[in-house]
């Protein structure tokens, strides 16, 4: 029983000092991905570079699961540009067409979308007495693609636990392997 | 000196054809030999410059994340930790690569002795294992090499034969020592 336990305990070979490396190369690694998100950030100047598609409203140029690569930069926006947006007080992305722009000539602009596959525009689902889109509720204009990708993000969002086990899972496994 | 005899060392096993963790066991048996057979201290400065950078390169990711200004007002700051932590990421991929190597320890006898690095090698699926001890930064005295099978020592059931490998490397220590000390 007591063999057991010991293989099943990787600390019980270790020197201690060694514990702190392993700690430090476990934040080490979730620090790399954060560093290159917020790279990412960065080179494409939107808040959020990478989503995923969460509803069919725009098949069939983009399906459920789809990952998008976003761009925000101070040009100006067209008709026919693929944007996602937020919407106050909601705070799922949604990933929809421009439909209608109007510029003002203090050069702020009114923005009116439209889901492709969707039987109206956006209005409804605007927040309470807004009638159009403006330049900050955009998050960045849609650059690139990479099909069903985002499917994973998708199921960690219907079922929470598999998030926990997973980062569970790499943590054990990153703490229990020593470098050489 | 009974704390000796309470001391009871507790056989390593391992599992039989996991090569990595074999080297290790035989590394570590190296390690302990030198600091407690021989005596010799154990520097661990590069080991501790890869923690501290590690741990600074942690802290410029939670200030990257946690920094209280919202996005685009904040990038000066996040240019500066993506910068700053892909300097510290490149050193800590230099010291990896090309200073650690396969070195598993290096060690001095005395403070003004000339310090000794160890380094090993197991081959993947190769059952020789080579350890080679030289001086560290001096290249002209000649360095050390020692082969054995690991089937040697590990048991059937796994259990590391420790005295075994300590007998082996005793001899190839005083080679390295006697061979080094006609200089």
Redesign the interface.
């Given at each position: 029983m007591s063999?057991l336990i010991?293989k099943l305990n990787p600390f019980s070979?270790i020197p201690k000092?060694q514990i702190?490396?392993q700690i430090?190369?476990f934040?080490?690694i979730?620090?790399?991905a954060?560093?290159i998100w917020?790279?990412l950030?960065?080179a494409s100047?939107s808040?959020s570079p990478i989503v995923v598609v969460l509803s069919g409203s725009m098949k069939p140029a983009f399906e459920r699961g789809d990952l998008l690569y976003l761009d925000m930069n101070e040009g100006p926006f067209r008709v026919g540009e693929i944007v996602v947006f937020k919407i106050e007080g909601k705070e799922i992305p949604i990933v929809h067409r421009i439909l209608q722009i109007h510029e003002k000539s203090n050069g702020l602009v009114d923005i009116l979308t439209k889901g492709d596959n969707n039987p109206v525009d956006d209005r409804g689902l605007y927040a309470e007495g807004q009638l159009w889109l403006n330049r900050n509720h955009i998050i960045g204009r849609a650059r690139g693609y990479l099909p069903y990708v985002g499917m994973v993000t998708i199921m960690m969002h219907d079922f929470p636990q598999l998030k926990i086990f997973l980062v569970v899972v790499l943590a054990l496994f990153v703490l229990s392997t020593?470098e050489? | 000196m009974s704390d000796e005899n309470e001391k009871k060392e507790k056989p390593v096993q391992v599992t039989l054809y996991d090569s990595l963790s074999m080297k290790q066991t035989l590394d570590d048996a190296v390690v302990k030999y030198i600091t407690d057979k021989l005596g010799y201290k154990q520097n661990h400065k590069m080991n501790y410059i890869k923690v501290l950078l590690g741990f600074i390169g942690c802290c410029l990711a939670a200030l990257a994340q946690f920094y209280p200004v919202p996005f685009p007002q904040n990038k000066p700051i996040l240019i500066v930790c993506v910068f700053f932590y892909a300097i510290i990421s490149t050193i800590l991929y230099y010291i990896n690569m090309f200073i650690q190597k396969d070195y598993i320890v290096f060690a001095v006898k005395e403070s003004n002795e000339k310090e000794i690095q160890v380094s090993s090698t197991l081959p993947r699926y190769d059952p020789n294992y080579t350890i080679k001890i030289e001086y560290r930064n001096i290249s002209t005295p000649t360095p050390i090499t020692f082969t054995k099978s690991i089937d040697q020592y590990f048991d059937i059931k796994g259990y590391f034969v420790q005295d075994k490998f300590f007998n082996d490397l005793s001899g190839v220590f005083k080679k390295f020592i006697t061979t080094n000390k006609a200089e």
């Amino acid at each position: 029983m007591s063999e057991l336990i010991g293989k099943l305990n990787p600390f019980s070979n270790i020197p201690k000092y060694q514990i702190a490396q392993q700690i430090i190369n476990f934040g080490l690694i979730v620090s790399t991905a954060l560093m290159i998100w917020k790279f990412l950030m960065i080179a494409s100047g939107s808040e959020s570079p990478i989503v995923v598609v969460l509803s069919g409203s725009m098949k069939p140029a983009f399906e459920r699961g789809d990952l998008l690569y976003l761009d925000m930069n101070e040009g100006p926006f067209r008709v026919g540009e693929i944007v996602v947006f937020k919407i106050e007080g909601k705070e799922i992305p949604i990933v929809h067409r421009i439909l209608q722009i109007h510029e003002k000539s203090n050069g702020l602009v009114d923005i009116l979308t439209k889901g492709d596959n969707n039987p109206v525009d956006d209005r409804g689902l605007y927040a309470e007495g807004q009638l159009w889109l403006n330049r900050n509720h955009i998050i960045g204009r849609a650059r690139g693609y990479l099909p069903y990708v985002g499917m994973v993000t998708i199921m960690m969002h219907d079922f929470p636990q598999l998030k926990i086990f997973l980062v569970v899972v790499l943590a054990l496994f990153v703490l229990s392997t020593r470098e050489q | 000196m009974s704390d000796e005899n309470e001391k009871k060392e507790k056989p390593v096993q391992v599992t039989l054809y996991d090569s990595l963790s074999m080297k290790q066991t035989l590394d570590d048996a190296v390690v302990k030999y030198i600091t407690d057979k021989l005596g010799y201290k154990q520097n661990h400065k590069m080991n501790y410059i890869k923690v501290l950078l590690g741990f600074i390169g942690c802290c410029l990711a939670a200030l990257a994340q946690f920094y209280p200004v919202p996005f685009p007002q904040n990038k000066p700051i996040l240019i500066v930790c993506v910068f700053f932590y892909a300097i510290i990421s490149t050193i800590l991929y230099y010291i990896n690569m090309f200073i650690q190597k396969d070195y598993i320890v290096f060690a001095v006898k005395e403070s003004n002795e000339k310090e000794i690095q160890v380094s090993s090698t197991l081959p993947r699926y190769d059952p020789n294992y080579t350890i080679k001890i030289e001086y560290r930064n001096i290249s002209t005295p000649t360095p050390i090499t020692f082969t054995k099978s690991i089937d040697q020592y590990f048991d059937i059931k796994g259990y590391f034969v420790q005295d075994k490998f300590f007998n082996d490397l005793s001899g190839v220590f005083k080679k390295f020592i006697t061979t080094n000390k006609a200089e």
